[in-house]
């Protein structure tokens, strides 16, 4: 196995830490990543876990391959009971953290209890120490990161939470570099144990052995060759995920208006030859070629001197169309302040717009939103709101708690605005233009994420496993399964979305092969009974938490709306949900209400998780 073996628990309230054999049948049945997490977090966490409480786990996990020479493998992961949603959380970050765990010898770590005071982590490959973080807190993710490598030398990596994290708002995040887990309030779990960073100084780059080096480096190489001149490769290291916005404006997929219409007018004012114009410079993870990050500064108007590595189409979505904005200079600005605040991006966009969209029809009032004039495209409104999120003030205060606890809190029907699956707020893609693709937002066990199942039959043309017409509803189910476990199967590895050009199943699983030396692991079917193993895992945790069919679900609008001014997409309505979530449900081996059934759970060697949930055959 090219594994390290072992794993890190941590409880930070009595400072004891273990470092943890790790079954070789985990690897078999979970092979990494993602998946080593998931069954961990099953196994120790019993349900009905206050997410906020001390015996909530937060987990840090790496791929695989982290730390070796294949590019994009890297990544890390935060996984956890989200405060957002009350269901499995989990999110990916980029940056060193990733081949630093693997430095030091683990394959992932466990935060467990809660600290008396402001405290940070420090790890090697020896030991853990809980040490105090009173000069810390307060300090912004980058402040933070610099005070530490001043502290340990320059080999230290640190995973940070900002002032965000220490003040709860629900969808805090943990930064690497200038990379972040950024979904689901990882960062608030962090927060709630009073924890602001774990600090990884390994002595050495010490990696696991591969197993068939010579064959690796080859495959590695050849890859590398492929990749050099690779159409999307080379788009991505230009322009990044930026290149995505018109081409999502024009097919009526680009939200605007907190998800009322689907085309920006003058949306060409923050397309990606406008941010390219600000480009200072790039970015990458990690022993990433792609490297996609780019830096870019604002060179006029009120914004100018505002620099941040990013936005990424995410955020340009959530500070461009979701509010209505097209001042480029805001959404770097924006982005920037999210960063160092240490809160989702995603979320806070969505949360503002449900604000503007509430201020548009009444329900909030000029006194109820601090005197803010939250008019369609004010972006200093936004600028204000971004800083009372991040510092839980005023508005911010209920909008950072996310969209499905503020609509509660604020009544008067707010939820009918509340763009959310299961307390997790969507991304840039309007569910009713992709309906597999919103299907997956539906049912997927972190909530509203495009990551999940990402339907690029949909939104890229993608023809396998078959040709999707994205406005079809019907006929989506197999598809929306298929990408799920294909991301799970990824994620054991910790592959990023955006260095996979030209990496086929096969590849894959030769390349894990020849990493580890398990046969199994070469046959890409094998895989896939992994991926689907790992969701099928992830939905168990949600049940035995009380999820069911009712969660799996879109607001009114996407059910009963006709799409406004979405191009060709103008006028699409989910007209049968109901069929497609049965559709899902059947091609997953799940019954009726979204629970995996006792048949199911035995063909994937899941017997064990079934005594902990209701099923039926
Ligand atoms: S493609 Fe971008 S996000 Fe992915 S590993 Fe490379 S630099 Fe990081």
Known sequence: ????????????????????????????????????????????????????????????????????????????????????????????????????????RIDFLVLEGRAERPSYVLVDEDRAQVLPADDLWGLDTQQTQQRLQALHGDRAQSAVIGPAGELGVRFATINNEWRTASRCGVGTVMGSKQIKAVCLVPKTRWLPPLQDEPRFKAMVAEHARLLKDHPRRKKMTALGTTLMTLRMDEMGLFPVKNFQEAHLTNVEAISAEKFQELKVGDYGCYGCTTRCGNVFRVKEGIYQGAESEGPEYETIFAFGGEVGNTEI??????????????????????????????????????????????????????????????????????????????????????????????????????????KAHGLSYATSNIGGSHMYGYARQEISGFKEPREVDRFADSGKGD???????????????????????????????????????????GDPGYLDRVGERMVTLERCFNVREGFAREQDTLPRRMLEEPLKNAGPATGEVYRSFDRLLDEYYAAMGYDHQ??????????LGLDWAAREIKTTT
């Open 1 to 104: 196995m090219s594994s390290s073996g072992r794993y890190l628990r941590i409880n930070v309230g009595t400072g004891a830490f273990a470092f943890e054999e790790i079954p070789r049948e985990t690897y078999r049945d979970f092979i990494g990543g993602r998946g080593l997490a998931i069954d961990y977090l099953f196994r120790n966490q019993s349900s009905g876990t206050d997410p906020l409480g001390p015996d909530n786990r937060l987990i840090l996990a790496t791929g695989i391959l982290a730390g070796t020479s294949a590019p994009g493998f890297s990544r890390w992961m935060a996984i956890t009971r989200s405060p957002l949603t009350g269901a499995y959380g989990r999110a990916v970050g980029g940056g060193k953290f990733g081949a630093y765990l693997k430095f030091c």
């Open 594 to 603: 979204g629970r995996p059934t006792q048949s199911k759970l035995q063909e």
């Open 479 to 521: 598809i929306v399964a298929y990408n799920q476990i294909n991301k799970a199967r990824e994620e054991t590895l910790i592959l990023c979305n955006f260095a996979d050009s030209g990496i086929t199943p096969e590849w894959l699983a030769a390349l894990l092969k020849a990493a580890t030396g398990v046969d199994s692991f």
């Open 329 to 434: 200079g805001a959404i770097v600005a924006g982005d920037r302040l999210c960063d160092l605040l240490g809160i989702d991006t995603i979320s806070t966009g969505v949360a503002i717009g449900f604000a503007m969209e509430l201020f548009e029809k009444g329900i909030l009032k000029a006194a109820d939103v601090d005197g803010l004039d939250l008019r369609w495209g004010n972006h200093q409104a936004l600028l204000t709101l971004i800083e009372t999120i991040g510092r839980r003030e005023g508005l911010g205060r209920i909008l950072g708690e996310g969209v499905q606890r503020a609509a509660l809190a604020i009544g008067q029907g707010a939820e009918e605005f509340a763009m959310h699956s299961k307390g997790l707020e969507f991304p840039g893609y309007e569910p009713r233009s992709a």
